[in-house]
């Protein structure tokens, strides 16, 4: 069953903000991955919001259900 939604897209022309409440546990490892980043890097310490767009990427990008998922859905019409 499909359901007739009164948006159909969502252009994909500039960035979408988002709000999220993170667990303090998750945005403490993201200060300290940000802070391993730097390190690593000798470059600033990157704020630990702009950590989270590039790791979903790199999560759904690796995801292989996913994958196959979004690869069957693009094939029926």
Do not use: G
Request: no cysteine.
């Amino acid at each position: 069953m499909t359901t007739k939604l009164k948006l159909s897209t969502i252009p994909d022309d500039k960035p979408v903000k988002v709000t999220v409440e993170l667990p303090a546990d998750v945005h403490r490892d993201l200060v300290a991955y940000a802070e391993v980043m730097a390190r690593d890097s000798n470059q600033a310490t990157p704020e630990p919001a702009r950590l989270i767009a590039p790791m979903l990427q790199r999560f759904m990008a690796t995801d292989r259900a996913f994958a196959r998922l979004r690869k069957s859905r693009r094939q029926t019409p």
